[in-house]
């Protein structure tokens, strides 16, 4: 790996990984000037937020652009031949054996390929950025690699040679099982691997049918369940730390972040706004 021509002195380059997600790291670089010349051992999906550059890859030059992504496959080499300005961009790596596995859980058979040109897709775009926010505000395993399994799915649905077969579509008692086993644990620390398990599918299969189901990924069902039952802790009184250590929210934070985006206030302002109406009967 050649990497220090053109280096910035203002270039910030840091790796993120996490224990629920093996197999998979996370770089980010700002304000990058260099001229990458790097030799692929993994899959390396490339997400361009702030970039204009040439770069050479499977004997073609493309242009690539800002809110682009690029896709690098395990054996191949790719070089930066021209930067037009700093750039900031993250690479998600991924080993592949995991992304085999992945492959084999949508029931792709082979090797998994992708189209080597550049691309504007703000579907791959948004779904990865989701992904990388999630392991830098390291969530729970659930939400995490709920984010992963809907990353990988756009990626290989999207951008893959061979598209992902459509799925049968499984049986209502299933998902209900997954659902109530989400009732009964809705405090508690669970996995997506754990939750498909009970529903006997896949964990893509599992989220892509949870979520046509019930109008929610599982994760994002749990979170809400969460919150609905955090309610009445709160006009009883009950402080946020408790509550959110009650609810299984990591820590106050995380639960007021949470709180806002299902309600649209914060803890502390639904418990201020709350009015209690009395009703008076006529005569």
Known sequence: MNNINNMNENEQIRFARSAALP?????????????????????????????????????????????????????????????????????????PETMQQYGEEMEIVGPLHF??????????????????????????????????????WTLLNRHGERRVQEMISPRRESLLQARDYLFEQYAHAISLDEIARISGLSRFHFLKAFTAQFGLTPHAYQIHLRIERSLPLLRQGMSLTQVAETMGFNDQSHYIRHFKRVMGVTPGQYKGKTTVVRVVKAG
């Open 23 to 95: 197999g998979v790291e996370l770089m980010m670089a700002r304000s990058s000037s260099r001229h990458w010349r790097v030799f692929h051992e993994q899959y390396a999906f490339c997400t361009n937020d702030v970039v204009a550059a040439d770069k050479r890859y499977r004997q073609r030059t493309n242009r690539v652009a800002d809110s682009s992504t690029t896709l690098f496959e395990p054996g191949e080499t790719h070089e930066t031949i021209r930067v037009s300005k700093p750039q900031d961009f993250q690479v998600l790596f991924i080993t």
């Open 115 to 152: 189209r080597p040109d550049p691309s504007i897709d703000e579907a791959v775009y948004m779904s990865c950025k989701r992904l990388h926010a999630a392991i830098l505000e390291n969530v729970a395993a659930f939400e995490l690699q709920s984010r992963m399994a809907e990353c990988v």
